[in-house]
C-alpha cells in the first residue's frame, strides 16, 4: 500500500501569512493527489485535485502543486477562515489512503 | 440540494454489531462510486470501504477486513456498512463519501480523470466500550 506522510504535522501562523503543506507519497502517484480541508465537528471538504487543480468554488489564495512523490499546498493570504486541519489523498490505486493531517493554528 | 445523511451510530459492547446507513439525496448512488471513511477521536481520516455499483467492485482496508460489509439499496437510494465484531479501535466518527470523477487535462489536451470525494455526509459516531 501507498503511505501517505505530511509535513509539518501542526503549523502556526498569523492572518495575511503565505503557507506551505507538504505531503510526500512512499512511491509515485504522478498527480493523483488530492487535498481537503476539515473544521471541527464538520466533514472534509475538497480544495484541490490532480495535484494543482483547483475544485469549483475554492478560492484562488489556494493551489497545489508538485508531481511524482512530493507535493505542496499553498495558502497565499492566510484569512481567519482558514485556520483548520488540512489532509492530502492519493487516488493513484487502492486503499485511496490520507495522509496524516496537518493543523493549522493562528499564531 | 446534493446531500448524504448518515445514520445508525451508538453505543455498543466490544464484540457487537452495528449498521451504519447513509441516504442519499439530489443524485442516484448507482451512478457514483461511494465510500466509508472514519475518524477517530482527535485523530486522521481512515478510508474503510468502497463499493462500485457499476460493476459490482468492492474493497475494504485491511484493518476492518472480514468484520465489515458494504452494500447499497438503490430502490432506498442508500449505502449501508454492516460491522461485525467491534473493537474498541473501531471508535470513531464514520462518514459517508461520494467519489466522483473530475477530469484533468494535461499539456497536450488528453483528458484525465480523477477520483475525488466530493460530497461528504455529516458523520455518525460509533463507539465501542464497555
Known amino acids: 500500500d501507498i503511505q501517505m506522510t505530511q509535513s509539518p504535522s501542526s503549523l502556526s501562523a498569523s492572518v495575511g501569512d503565505r503557507v506551505t503543506i507538504t505531503c510526500r507519497a512512499s512511491?509515485?502517484?504522478?498527480?493523483?493527489l488530492n487535498w481537503y480541508q476539515q473544521k471541527p465537528g464538520k466533514a472534509p471538504k475538497l480544495l484541490i485535485y490532480?495535484?494543482?487543480s483547483l475544485q469549483s468554488g475554492v478560492p484562488s489564495r489556494f493551489s497545489g502543486s508538485g508531481s511524482g512523490t512530493d507535493f505542496t499546498l499553498t495558502i497565499s493570504s492566510l484569512q481567519p477562515e482558514d485556520f483548520a486541519t488540512y489532509y492530502c489523498?492519493?487516488?493513484?490505486?487502492?486503499?485511496?489512503?490520507f495522509g496524516q493531517g496537518t493543523k493549522l493554528e493562528i499564531k | 440540494e446534493v446531500q448524504l445523511v448518515e445514520s445508525g451510530g451508538g453505543l455498543v459492547q466490544p464484540g457487537g454489531s452495528l449498521r451504519l446507513s447513509c441516504a442519499a439525496s439530489?443524485?442516484?448512488?448507482?451512478?457514483?462510486?461511494m465510500n466509508w471513511v472514519r475518524q477517530a477521536p482527535g485523530k486522521g481520516l481512515e478510508w474503510v470501504s468502497y463499493?462500485?455499483?457499476?460493476?459490482?467492485?468492492?474493497d475494504y482496508a485491511d484493518s476492518v477486513k472480514g468484520r465489515f460489509t458494504i452494500s447499497g439499496d438503490s430502490a432506498k437510494n442508500s449505502l449501508y456498512l454492516q460491522m461485525n465484531s467491534l473493537r474498541a479501535e473501531d471508535t470513531a466518527v464514520y462518514y459517508c463519501?461520494?467519489?466522483?470523477?473530475?477530469?484533468?487535462?494535461?499539456?497536450?489536451?488528453?483528458?484525465?480523470?480523477?477520483?475525488?470525494?466530493?460530497?461528504w455526509g455529516q458523520g455518525t459516531m460509533v463507539t465501542v466500550s464497555s
Open positions: 512511491q509515485t502517484i504522478t498527480n493523483y
Open positions: 439530489g443524485f442516484s448512488f448507482t451512478n457514483y462510486e
Open positions: 463499493i462500485s455499483s457499476s460493476d459490482g467492485t468492492i
Open positions: 463519501a461520494r467519489d466522483s470523477k473530475l477530469h484533468y487535462y494535461d499539456t497536450t489536451g488528453q483528458r484525465w480523470p480523477h477520483d475525488v470525494f466530493d460530497i
Open positions: 489523498q492519493q487516488t493513484f490505486s487502492t486503499p485511496r489512503c
Open positions: 490532480a495535484a494543482s
